[in-house]
């Protein structure tokens, strides 16, 4: 894709756009460099066609290279979680038939066997980087552009594909609405292989010419340091991390946690989603910091979709009106539309942020759409004119520490334990991860299993953060007439 036909990254080229660690890169330099990659991709052939490239590199550098430069080739960039486990990846790689792998030199050796399995080619970043640029390809806006993996009610996890159309009115919505602009500078911790790192920040930012701080995990010392020196104005997180920094503040002197509330009062915006953000939590950290927290709503499959005002009221508890763009409405189980305030319904969206599709899975595509909208499996009312959620649909999703977690996927895993019976995993509600994943298990006669066990036994198996935090032993799991595992019964019993 040409430089002017490519606005993910912002044209003021002496700009700084990027700081990891010590170094930093101007905008120019992360336009040759996404250029060289390209290049190297696609090694003398005019367009990638869609190939689908994948990358495990934690945010970076690297990252935003190999991102850029698989869509100026006119491929589709699959970032995968740099935590996940082997039989985890072994799924992403072989769903979206992932030709080319690309991840640092010190994460090749234990990716090389997968890669040797699935017929897959392991480069670096520097392997691919070309030393001259090539008249790169026009990629039009239908074409496919983002692979990424969410858990959903079914077993394995399911790629959301977005076009470049789809990716460019995500980022234009964010950019309008929360007035994104060169003169902000935000630290970016979370994963990216989420859109809540990929597009909210690392890409609105990289879009409106702002400078984005790469730190390749939450590591609150350097970041609160930076913060209390004012070096941002702008932060996003999950609720999590903010009962977190709440919590390391309870273990610092004051001094410091003034300084670091200082740097927090300063800043123009401070915004929570991915979860459901606490109403003591926003109290509690307006008491603390000043700020009143922008609380968002947002999914995989349509970026977001409902925030609270940048100027205007931001209510507690609520997600606040549809985004530029976005359009939303609730709907009741009859399928029809809900009009009138304060009666429940599942929350669909229409617009251009909707995804296109999920990655070779039409049926799947297909039932997540009722008439042109995206049931998103999320239930609200309108309050007053203002979204509030209430719960899910499916009581088989979890969201802990703000990622989306399959109870079935996390079952199957634990099912394969040969001390195993029968199994059940529901979110039991916590006060620092929102919900914790929890296991109920029947064990096969004359077996015993420890919670330890079950942790040490799940290592590898499955991401750290699926791991159950907890283990609760019966004799046998509640179930209706049709022998169907009741997970209401199993809440009340937790
Ligand atoms: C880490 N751990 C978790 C966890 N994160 N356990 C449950 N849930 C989580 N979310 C566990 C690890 O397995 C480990 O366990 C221990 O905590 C320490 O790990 P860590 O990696 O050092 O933890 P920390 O850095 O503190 O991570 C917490 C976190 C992280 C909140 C920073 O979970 C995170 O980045 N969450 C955000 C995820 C995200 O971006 N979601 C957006 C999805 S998009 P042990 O036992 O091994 O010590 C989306 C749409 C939208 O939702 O609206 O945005
Ligand atoms: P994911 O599929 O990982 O993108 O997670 C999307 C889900 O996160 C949504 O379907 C909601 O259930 C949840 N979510 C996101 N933002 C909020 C919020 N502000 N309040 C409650 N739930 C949220």
């Known amino acids: 894709m040409r430089r002017d036909a490519y606005p993910y990254l912002h044209s003021d080229n002496n700009k700084i756009a990027l700081v990891e660690g010590s170094n930093s890169f101007t905008y120019s330099e992360v336009d040759r460099r996404a250029d060289l990659f390209a290049s190297g991709l696609l090694s003398g052939t005019d367009d990638l066609n869609e190939e689908r490239i994948a990358f495990f590199l934690p945010a970076s550098i690297n990252y935003v290279t190999a991102m850029h430069g698989v869509w100026r080739a006119g491929g589709i960039a699959v970032p995968l979680n740099v935590a996940s486990a082997v039989m985890e ?18 994460s090749h050796k234990a990716l090389e066997p997968i890669c040797r399995e699935l017929s897959i080619t392991l ?20 074409r496919r552009a983002m692979i990424l993996f969410t858990s959903g009610t079914t077993n394995k996890p399911k790629g959301v594909v977005s076009t ?24 970016l911790f979370l994963p990216l292989h989420h859109i809540h790192g990929i597009i909210n920040i690392l890409s609105c930012g990289l879009w409106a010419g702002a400078t984005v701080h790469l730190f390749a995990k939450f590591d609150i010392p350097r970041i609160t340091e ?31 946690v003034q300084s670091i509330c200082d740097g927090f009062k300063a800043m123009r915006l401070n915004i929570s989603g991915s979860a459901a953000c606490p109403v003591k939590l926003f109290n509690q950290w307006q008491d603390l910091t000043g700020q009143v927290l922008l609380e968002r709503y ?20 609520c997600v606040g009106q549809p985004l530029p763009g976005v359009q939303v409405q ?7 539309p809900i009009t009138a305030e304060g009666i429940p319904g599942e929350i ?6 909707v995804f296109l599709e999920y990655w070779d899975n039409p049926k799947a595509t297909n039932e997540s759409f009722e008439s042109g909208w995206f049931r998103t499996g999320d239930v609200a009312i309108l309050e007053d004119g203002y979204y509030r959620i209430m719960g899910r649909s499916s009581v088989d999703i979890i969201k802990s520490g703000g990622y989306k977690l399959s109870a079935l996927e996390i079952e199957g895993v634990l099912l394969t334990h040969e001390s195993v019976a029968e199994v059940a995993v529901i979110g039991v509600a916590d006060d620092t991860w929102g919900e914790a994943v929890t296991a109920i298990i029947a064990l096969n006669p004359d077996c015993s299993l420890s919670y330890d066990q079950l942790k040490t036994w799940c290592d590898g198996k499955m991401s750290s953060y699926k791991v159950p935090k907890a283990l609760r032993l019966v004799d046998e799991l ?13 809440h009340e019993l937790i």
């Open 89 to 106: 990846l072994e799924h992403y790689l072989s769903c979206a038939s992932i030709t080319r792998l690309i991840a640092n030199p010190d």
């Open 123 to 142: 480069l670096s970043v520097e392997e691919v980087m070309a030393s001259t640029v090539p008249v790169l390809p026009e990629v039009s806006e239908d």
């Open 164 to 187: 470049h159309k789809t990716i460019r009115a995500q980022i234009t919505t964010l950019v309008e609405a929360w007035e994104w602009s060169k003169e902000d500078t935000i630290p």
């Open 226 to 256: 930076q913060v209390a020196s004012g070096t941002y104005n702008v932060f996003m997180a999950v609720p999590t991390i903010y009962i977190k920094l709440i919590q390391y503040f309870d273990g610092i002197e004051n001094k410091g």
């Open 298 to 317: 947002g999914m995989t499959e349509i970026g977001m979709g409902i925030s609270n005002p940048y100027t205007g009221e931001r209510r507690a508890g």
């Open 330 to 336: 609730l709907f009741d189980d009859n399928n029809s």
């Open 348 to 353: 669909r969206i229409r617009g251009n942020n």
């Open 478 to 490: 509640p179930k209706n007439a049709m022998g169907k595992v009741t997970k209401p019964k199993l």
